[in-house]
């Protein structure tokens, strides 16, 4: 393709990616293809010649669209949003098109440059405690990694060797695989499952501590399960604290399980994947409590930030653990700066060699927005939740399963799980909405989340009806079928006309 | 930002994209900046208020692209090409404009099946075995993941929880601690850092073994080890092979590999990052052998392919093994097809839970191409090989290092190591073009790698200009210097005078 044509076909890109946009509410948010329906529309080889652009892009519309789950549509509310904006396309769109590989700082110093600037942006904006800044001279400072789920793994593995160095220093007779099968870690078992898999990945095996009612993982239970496990013979590690679960959006207790810890010489990893964006606002202050003594934490910017996928924000508190734990050096990766200053080579602080250039869409959307743009972009989906909860509130066949969190209001129907899951199948099958459920000690509960790139008020009250509607329809169905169940003859009538219906 | 500014600002960067292209050739491929270069410049903290994409736009040109180096210009040689091309830079932001997180199937079907679908095309292309198909009946079939670093660490993961049960099964008075502590893996020593690295994080240590001057790990090698180590009590777990070792491009001999492997249920993988391309042309039918009998194998499309990263082609023979040892459930990740048909949820193949919608450019960029255009970029970059190739042999002053290998040439200054890597200083001091060198048997060489979005003929006689004219210089230097040694009186002479200028 030459440039010509490039700039032809990027610019009908550009203007697919509006359209789409701006037509985003007409879509149902939920697809109504079958699996395979991809599969049985497209050739069995790679097509031999070469093909135009606008064929390519009418296919885009005509077999992708309908395969989607529009997850930029304000009547997404599953799981939590997946950050994107207009800005954030661009910028990463400029960085495809330049397409370097930053791994280490000659390899393009503006990819690590920028990224130390926007990490360091982003902990000041959320008034991170100065030790992980670049600019705050020593071992600490930010990394963009891919996924909540890479930064996890990298702190479980960083954990994992500090603590076979600091074991072995002090008891030598122990060999490295002795130590290593006595390794533990800690979350709550409200906790992603991502934490979960990090524990597998990286042969750390995480014990998912059991939450009360007020689902908050705290230091008394984290105390309580490293003396039951030190009893056994085993060597805690590292214990990862959830800012915003999954289910609830509950928050750890940092401070408390800061002091066992330390106390116990164990990482402590924060996960504020989705809620860490409340770091921003002045209200949620007391939220940093306990930030100044963890070791790492990691913020995904794909999530609550106008930054699409992906995009994890990570701090060290000291990266030299990690270096450490993860290096591995060969003559062709140094360059004649290496180690003379204090440039982060990143290749060192993650999984990969290579690294996209990804701090340029975070550049462009932060300068785009501004931080007061950034601060309201959180907030507009705290009022859309809080609008969303007075709707719960207000009807008396719902009840709130536990306290809003940010944009996200967890509730139920009135009277046993078989309704709200019953419910939510309605929902999914009508593709209006998409929401998926939780479980908390045996009880399911519905979980709505403000997610899109523009939510408004209409799109919450579109929801809401939506919602009652279906619960309405439901309700009355099993009001009719409880009256057939009064009238057995009836019912019996109908079944074998069922019956009979099939057979035909 | 609203759409219409969007269609402005994104069609501006289309065109900052085709200009950067236009005029790749007037940059110096390396940046003439010194660390800390961008963080001086920008402020410290993120903008209050928004700014103007205009001027963003601007500062990219001012601030970001002095601080690049130049990896898709035809003046870069280093390391291994990363591919780049129109299409694939649009279809990636329509991926962007989408911003879907595929993993599982209904979390955007077209995710998951277009995947399905250009991992099967790629296979044929290949000529892969056809139990690496999804198409065909069976667990094995094709996936996206970011890098070969996380494929390879992905095949270390799963082989290590194969090992793990299998031993446990034979051997139940074994703890799984005992049996991990003795896990060992096996790479040659030309192999990728990424390897190495995978078995320390992985925690299963890979023995490097040193190869012999043809540069191949063969069966017999590795047959000599795993007998060492079996001696000593330790349990063979993974073989990872090569094809294309990052020094110099050399091939390891799958097919003896993978008999040693199957006498010891080993498992095989083969990292072919940058060589696999070769899979396509008739003419490298031979590396075929053996890939019949391996378990899992990655090539990395944003290497020698127009795919941009990240694109980690990966291919399992079996992938229940992978999801066995991945698996992590949660109710609300399941959906009502899940289990009930033949697609993959591939969020258990990979070590992340998000996905993004990477087949997107893959399709865009194949389809654009075509089958014989793909074949044609990968040829190109042979021929133009073969012609630095020849230069080098014309020249007397110079000798081949090892056999070109696909559009690699290894060669050094005859004369000992200082001179070529002086002459490699010199170089990249010069910014004109960009090498690295690597070592082997302590001979450094300097590999000289076809790689940029169009490379040209001009382009490969530029740089070779380049190489004669700073080492001819480098030469007469050194001849200059030998008679001043043989003159020490008016070296002395010299050397006050230096003194004299450097006290002034």
């Known amino acids: 393709m030459d440039a010509d044509t490039f700039r032809e076909f990027g610019k009908a890109a550009v203007d697919f990616i509006a359209d789409y946009y701006e037509n985003i509410r007409d879509c149902d948010v939920l697809p109504s293809v079958a ?31 309908p395969g989607l789950t529009h997850w930029q549509s304000p009547n997404f509310h599953a799981f939590y949003p997946t950050g994107c904006s207009y800005p954030s396309i661009v910028g990463d769109m400029l960085a495809s098109g330049l397409s370097v590989i930053g791994f280490n700082w000659l390899c393009s110093p503006a990819s690590t440059e920028l990224e130390m600037v926007v990490m360091d942006w982003l902990a000041k904006f959320f008034k991170l405690p100065a030790h992980f800044l670049h600019s705050t001279k020593g071992p600490g400072g930010g990394i963009i990694q891919g996924s909540a789920s890479e930064a996890v793994l990298v702190a479980v593995m960083a954990a994992r060797e500090q603590a076979v160095r600091r074991v072995k220093a002090a008891q030598p007779e ?131 930030m106008p930054v699409h996928f992906d995009c994890t924000a990570m701090w060290l508190r000291d990266s030299h653990k990690i270096v450490e734990s993860f290096t591995v050096e060969r003559i062709y990766l140094q360059h004649k700066y290496e180690g003379q200053s204090d440039i982060p080579e990143f290749r060192h602080w993650q999984i990969p060699l290579g690294r ?15 931080a007061e743009g950034l601060r ?35 509730f139920r129907v009135k009277g046993g799980n078989e309704l709200s899951t019953e419910l939510l199948k309605r929902l999914t099958d009508h593709k209006k909405i998409y929401m998926v459920q939780a479980i908390f000690q045996g009880k399911n509960f519905l ?47 109908e079944e074998s006309h069922k019956k009979s219906v099939k057979v035909q």
């Open 356 to 370: 996209r250039f990804r701090a340029l869409k975070v550049w462009v959307a932060f300068r785009t927005l501004g």
């Open 35 to 65: 699996p395979g329906y991809l599969i049985n529309q497209l050739p069995k080889e790679l097509p031999e010649n070469p093909q135009q652009w606008q064929e390519i892009l009418q296919d885009v519309s005509k077999l992708i669209v």
């Open 174 to 304: 122990l060999s490295e695989g002795e130590i290593r099968a006595r390794l533990v870690g800690y979350s709550s078992d409200q906790s992603n499952s991502c934490i979960e898999k990090a524990g597998i990945l990286g042969t750390l095996p995480i014990r998912l501590v059991a939450v009360d009612d007020s689902l908050v993982f705290s230091g008394t239970q984290l105390a309580k399960a490293v003396k039951e496990d030190l009893a056994k013979g085993l060597i805690p590690a590292i214990c990862i604290a959830t800012m915003g679960a999954t289910g609830t959006c509950s928050y750890d207790d940092i401070e408390s399980l800061a002091t066992v810890c330390e106390e116990h010489n164990i990482w402590l990893h924060v996960d504020a994947a989705y809620a860490g964006c409340a770091l921003a606002l002045d209200d949620y202050a007391h939220l940093r409590q306990g930030l100044d003594r963890v070791d790492s934490l990691n913020y995904n910017l794909h999530k609550s």
């Open 376 to 410: 309201e972009y959180i907030r507009l989906r705290i009022r859309l939740a809080e609008r969303f909860e007075q709707y719960v509130l207000a009807d008396s066949r719902f009840e709130l399963f536990a306290k809003r969190a940010m944009g996200l209001v967890c």
């Open 447 to 493: 979980r709505f989340v403000v997610c899109g790139v523009e939510p408004k008020e209409c799109d919450i009250d579109f929801a809401w009806q939506e919602i009652q509607s279906q619960l309405s329809q439901l309700l009355s169905e099993h009001e009719v079928a409880k009256l057939k169940v009064n009238a057995p003859e009836e019912k019996k009538a």
